[in-house]
């Protein structure tokens, strides 16, 4: 007998055409899909039409940072990068950061929303040590069937210009972090070749991911995208490096932008935007004409550094392809290929799809079609991960 | 008897602490507002601490473009200004607009988020003739006592280049619209002259307010910013005359901002600002410093401009604050002071606020600060038209 069969529903996968069809599903991963399955199951849904779209990828957050959920904070921490870092290490002990409790609290929200792997960074530097680690692991633990978790050790507040932040994030890989970070090495740490040089050896020798937080501007951002190809070249970690942000590559003149989309595709270099305030979008057209891989993030969520954000990645999908002007069906399904699929290409997910054999990882919303439904931002109806219901309507389905 | 107390909210005025009160409302008018009111009322409704904020103003939207709670239409009018005049004129008559009732079904959705007032731009062209203002005309009598609605007659496809739309415009201002609208005169237009001189002769005949469209950009934007301003002086329209859109005032370099935003304050010149996309914001915190006049509007909403769009105006508020990177909570309360007495200024309204002698016009939310309110954009608990309940959570009252 089989699970659970989600009857009559349309599957979406990008670039087909949308069609009625059935899925089937046991011990949590999709065994057939198509119309008029027969085969008998514990549970059927009558999906009654409505669209069927794979898990959301969250491909950038700060689960450590935030304090969803908590009472309201007014933001002290004003525009600077280097303010924001100082008012975000300042205030961490007063507010009971970083905090089990509220990072629970935005991945329930998350999973309510249809988001099932969520990238988080995790802020590592002396004073705090791995305590961010041990707060979003154990957040991750309490929904450890309902959303995966892929951690970063991230070095927010500096890593060559940090003494001793090396070492935590090479005990934060030893200890099983998936991901090493890295924060504008020439335009905050100051050590281009030293930062970039330090993590991919890290990365080599814990066979870890890379995402490094790129804010540095025109042609010193541009600079060190192609210092980060150059190393992923060289180090043949084609496929496991993105750098989050970008904000050059949504600033530059068209011809840069699609010369340094061509070459992230073919170094397998990936980026991460998340539409963060009037910061530069990564341009959805020209990574895609370029085949370059693309993922979306909600970033910071209720803390220090923004008051802003509710933790919907449908929501954000939607402001990406707002603020880079997708008008067209086509267009607008890029943001969404980016906020499904370009995530699971960023975390490294193997088993991700609406296809026979993929983990089911998947959502449904009343919408007449994919671009409908960014735009609209409907209710999640229902919410399926590993093949159990986890949410309907829009709320957690009690454990 | 009074009509209706609402016991025990939190009203919010600009700049003043919030405290609790209570608010009499007889005959549509707030007769009084202060802790501990005993006055009996026909109704009373006990609001529990909940944040009372004044009616929202949707300063700038197009109700006669609008395909609002249609089917999905895939937008095809792609991004240049020209493209999308021509697809928006091409298409009207295959898609049968202007619509009542697609008009209608958007101030429903505008009314039960706590919008109390609009001002709705309506196409006229030698095409369309005054058919968008008889079908928001229409509409609008549909929620006569639920929202106002004031029309600007717009000449979206040009004035002085589109032969027969200045007479059509005159008729419109002759049928009682109360304003005026132009776009881009030098950018679209070709004739500044020419076409800010008929605007504000007419203006002047009629006694219309003004509002133009302009989304010209940086030097060529701001000259025309001049022009408007001295013509405003010459003809003594100070206070009624607007600048919709205004894309170069948030590009141009702080010090041109700040000369601007002065000149506008002296000459009684406002903006509309609505975070459209990528476009440029004008800078709240410059305007608002200068004493300027800045109202916000949803501008299109599901229409063949974009496919955006849902006609929150309080969700429009979280989009230009979070795009002016507004963070500590008297920034954010910037935003939704403009996205409510600063649109009662734009549009000349002379009884709005929550002040005893005011229209009683106000919704309420369930948000710890107004900054709160903004930022997490709550479903709107109880929404108050002219002392009559029109919404509660979320959902129209039933006439």
């Known amino acids: 007998m089989n699970d659970l069969l989600l ?22 991963t999709i065994t057939e899909i198509g119309p008029g399955l027969t085969a008998p199951a514990h549970t059927t849904i009558d999906l009654a039409g409505a669209l069927v779209l794979p898990g959301l990828v969250d491909a950038h957050c700060h689960l450590d940072k935030t304090m969803y959920g908590g009472p309201w904070v007014p933001n002290t921490g004003g525009l ?15 507010l009971g950061l970083p905090s089990a409790e509220y990072a629970a609290n935005l991945l329930g929200a998350m999973i309510s929303g249809g988001t099932a792997h969520v ?9 705090v040590g791995l305590r961010g680690v041990e707060a979003v692991r154990a957040a991750a633990e309490r929904y450890a069937d309902r959303v ?65 937080h790129l804010h540095d501007r025109g ?50 270099v990936s980026m991460v935007t998340c539409a963060v305030g009037d910061a530069p979008v990564v341009p959805l057209r020209t990574m895609r004409a370029a085949g370059a891989a693309l993922a979306l993030g909600n970033d910071g969520i209720r803390d220090l550094w923004t008051p802003y954000g509710d933790g919907d990645m449908l929501r954000r999908i939607m402001t990406v392809a707002f603020r880079d002007r997708l008008v067209a069906d086509p267009e607008i399904e890029l943001a969404l290929r980016a906020g499904t699929y370009g995530g699971a290409e960023v975390l490294g997910l193997t088993d991700y799809g609406l296809t026979a054999g993929s983990a089911a ?30 949410a309907r309507d829009g709320q957690l389905v009690a454990h």
């Open 148 to 212: 995966d978790v892929q951690l970063v050790a991230f070095p927010q507040g500096g890593l060559m210009n940090r003494p001793g932040t090396g070492a935590l994030l090479e005990a934060a890989l030893a200890d099983g972090v998936a991901a090493i970070g890295g924060l504008d090495p020439a335009g905050f740490d100051g050590d281009p070749t030293g930062q970039l040089d330090l993590i991919f050896g890290l990365a080599e020798k814990y066979g870890a991911r890379i995402d490094i």
């Open 119 to 127: 990238r988080s960074h995790i802020d590592i530097d002396p004073e």
């Open 361 to 390: 990882d998947l959502f449904v919303v009343d919408a007449e079609t994919p671009a409908a439904a960014v735009v609209s931002v409907p209710v999640r109806t229902l919410v399926v991960k590993r093949g159990r219901v986890v």
């Open 7 to 28: 009857r009559g529903g349309r599957p979406w996968t990008p670039g087909s055409p949308l069609g009625t069809a059935d899925i089937l599903i046991t011990g949590g």
């Open 80 to 94: 600077t990068l280097r303010g924001r870092i100082d008012n975000g290490e300042g205030r961490r002990d007063e």
């Open 219 to 268: 042609a010193l951002g541009a600079w060190q995208y192609d210092l980060i190809i150059e190393r992923t070249r060289a180090t043949g970690l084609a496929g496991r490096v993105t750098i989050s942000h970008a904000y050059a590559m949504g600033e530059l003149a068209p011809d840069e932008q699609r010369r340094i989309a061509a070459d992230l595709a073919e170094a397998g």
